[in-house]
């Protein structure tokens, strides 16, 4: 427990005897928030009291997201608004961590006089003495004394990781990575949790800037994630989501071949859990092993989130990616191959500087012969200090909307025919709890919806006398169905 040196005031030590209060925001991805999760592990081992309300928080901490523009407001609007708790309430201290910091601290420090401390994405560990506790030691660790991708290695030697350009930033790249042995609190629900198995990125998209935000690719120790999985699953957790930003580079760094593939086999055999999976593949890295992988564990849910961020190779090219339509069509034709009935989900930036109208159109064809399971879109962003801030033909915001509406409709149709034909079948089901849109329904999700981001499945029929338990697994019958989510009956 923090407790005030002798010499402070009587008063002030009364009030400090008692534990400090840490109220925490957390924006962006779920990476963000296993960082979240990590400092507030680090604040309760050091005796402080974390509480979900802003008006008790001695301190409070934003955890921002610096992602794109929209993602950099809301985090400037996050820290405004908890500013004001230290100007009407009882807040004491501002702490700004994430990403945001790595890409804009000095002016955070210059602008936002109310922002007491910032934390980078690379120094978890000085959450403690950013609150005002005693820093841990730093970790003498063999785990952050990793190895590196030699593609890594020749796109540092170019410069994809400087961040000269960027007014505010350090120059010193993040590359902690979180291990077995830190404490971390989950805000998930206790049956379910992600866990990071990499940090950062190698690769050279151009309208990316999350590996100067991120720094490069590192891979936590194969030992570290399973026993990180194992304690998980001995603590209730039943569905474990393995992220990081290219989670299908897991190992290289770490000298191993097909390391995504190796480490979802053994945690394929851990008691307890019943479903694991993995986001953000990058395309050309799903071997056919990892497929293999997929397919011959059931506790491996049958579902790949393959972001592509386009279809026309002229776009892809400016992207600094490669492939295009024929090739991903040939290679989501394979996936399906390997894995009968597996859910596929993409994501795609609609309005990348000089995407012309013939290269909308063959993004909008290959969405319509590719049909996705789940798909999402982002309005192209411009970033400074990102490769595509210098290219022509940036197309207006209303132009990039609409034509990112436009995508989704033709989306929605897709998902609507798709969820139609499940109509009759029976799947497993992780009962969520009541549902948000009405107290008459359960929801749910089967292992065809990653936490958060897909649709979802409304329960209106449940069987007499049974009384379903939130993170309990139920079978269930697909009643019904709409543009993306689906009703079902408990049987
Ligand atoms: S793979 Fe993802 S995180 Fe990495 S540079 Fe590309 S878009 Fe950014």
Request: glycine content about 8%; hydrophobic content about 35%.
């Amino acid at each position: 427990m923090p407790r005030l040196k002798s010499s402070a005031p009587l008063e002030k030590q009364a009030e400090f005897a008692k534990p400090l209060k840490v109220g925490f925001v957390s924006l962006g991805c779920p990476k963000n928030l296993v960082d979240s999760e990590v400092m507030m592990g680090m604040l309760a081992q050091s005796g402080a009291e974390l509480t979900p309300s802003a008006h008790e928080a001695d301190v409070i901490v934003v955890n921002t997201c610096s992602f794109i523009e929209t993602a950099q407001r809301e985090s400037i609007e996050t820290i405004l608004e908890m500013a004001r708790h230290k100007s009407n309430g009882r807040t004491r201290k501002l702490v700004v961590a994430g990403c945001l910091v790595e890409r804009f601290r000095d002016e955070i420090r210059k602008n936002f006089p109310e922002v007491d401390a910032v934390v980078g994405t690379g120094e978890l560990e000085r959450i403690l003495p950013a609150v005002g506790l005693k820093q841990r030691e730093p970790l003498d660790s063999p785990f952050r004394i990793l190895g590196s991708r030699a593609e890594g290695d020749a796109r540092a030697a170019k410069g994809r990781f400087s961040r000269e350009s960027w007014d505010g930033a350090i120059s010193d790249l993040p590359n902690y990575l979180y291990d077995e042995t830190t404490p971390r609190i989950l805000t998930t629900p206790g049956y379910t949790a992600y866990v990071k198995i990499a940090e950062g990125c190698d690769h050279p998209c151009s309208f990316c800037i999350i590996p100067q935000l991120r720094g490069k690719f590192r891979s936590r120790r194969f030992e570290s994630v399973v026993a990180e999985a194992e304690r998980l699953a001995c603590g209730g957790v039943r569905e474990i989501t393995l992220i990081g930003q290219d989670t299908t580079c897991y190992g290289e760094d770490l000298g191993l071949q097909d390391g995504l593939a190796l480490l979802l086999e053994k945690l394929a055999g851990i008691e307890g859990l019943r479903w694991i999976r993995f986001l953000y593949a990058y395309p050309n890295k799903i071997t056919s092993r990892l497929l293999e992988t997929i397919a011959s564990h059931h506790k491996i849910c049958s579902y790949i989130d393959v972001p592509l961020q386009h279809a026309s190779p002229s776009v892809l090219k400016r992207m600094a990616r490669g492939g295009g339509s024929g090739i991903f069509l040939r290679s989501l034709e394979k996936m399906r191959r390997a894995i009968p009935g597996v859910t596929l989900r993409t994501s795609f930036v609609v309005g990348f500087p000089g995407e012309t109208e013939k290269e909308f159109e063959e993004l909008c064809e290959f969405v319509r012969e590719a049909q996705f399971d789940w798909l999402g879109t982002f309005a192209y962003s411009d970033q400074k200090g990102a490769g595509a801030f210098a290219l022509p033909g940036k197309l207006s915001a209303r132009e990039i909307e609409s034509r990112r509406k436009h995508l989704m409709q033709i989306q929605r149709r897709i998902s609507k025919k798709k969820k139609k034909a499940l109509v009759g079948r029976e799947f497993d089901l992780l009962l969520l709890g009541p549902s948000e849109e009405s107290e008459l329904l359960l929801e749910g999700r089967t292992s065809m919806h990653a936490p958060e981001i897909d649709g979802k499945v409304f329960i209106n029929d449940v069987p007499e006398g049974l009384d379903p338990t939130p993170g309990e697994f139920y079978r269930c019958q697909i009643t019904d169905a709409y543009d993306y989510d689906l009703v079902a009956k408990i049987i």
